[in-house]
C-alpha cells in the first residue's frame, strides 16, 4: 500500500504565498509522476505542476509564480506558490502515479489541502 502526507495550504493575501508539500511512502518501487492538481468551487479538477519522467508541467496559469520541486530520496514534492491570485484558490490534491513492489502501476491522490486566497 502507498500512502500520500500532504502539508501546507491555508488562508493568504493576494500577492502572498505558500508552500505546499507531499511525501508519498509504502511499496513504491519507481515513481513515474508526481505532482498537484487543484480543483476550484464549481470547477473541474485540472492540472497544476507536475514532474513525469524527466520533465516538469506547470498549467499556463501558474508559470512564473509557481515552482514545483522534488526530494527522490524522500519521495517528497513540494510546490512553492508566489504572487497568489484569488482565483489561486481551490482544494490542492497531491497526486501519484507508481510502480510498486509487485511490479503493478497504480495511481494515487491525497485527501487534499485547502488553499484560499483573500483579502
Known amino acids: 500500500q502507498v500512502q500520500l502526507v500532504e502539508s501546507g495550504g491555508g488562508l493568504v493575501q493576494p500577492g502572498g504565498s505558500l508552500r505546499l508539500s507531499c511525501t508519498a511512502s509504502?511499496?513504491?518501487?519507481?515513481?513515474?509522476?508526481m505532482g498537484w492538481y487543484r480543483q476550484a468551487p464549481g470547477k473541474e479538477r485540472e492540472l497544476v505542476a507536475i514532474?513525469?519522467?524527466?520533465?516538469?508541467n506547470y498549467a499556463d496559469s501558474v508559470k512564473g509564480r509557481f515552482t514545483i520541486s522534488r526530494d527522490n530520496t524522500q519521495n517528497t514534492v513540494s510546490l512553492q506558490m508566489s504572487t497568489l491570485k484569488p482565483e489561486d484558490t481551490g482544494v490542492y490534491c497531491c497526486?501519484?502515479?507508481?510502480?510498486?513492489?509487485?511490479?503493478?502501476?497504480?495511481?494515487?491522490w491525497g485527501q487534499g489541502t485547502q488553499v484560499t486566497v483573500s483579502s
Open positions: 514532474f513525469s519522467g524527466q520533465s516538469t
Open positions: 509504502g511499496t513504491i518501487s519507481r515513481i513515474i509522476a
Open positions: 497526486y501519484l502515479d507508481v510502480v510498486q513492489w509487485n511490479n503493478g502501476r497504480y495511481q494515487y
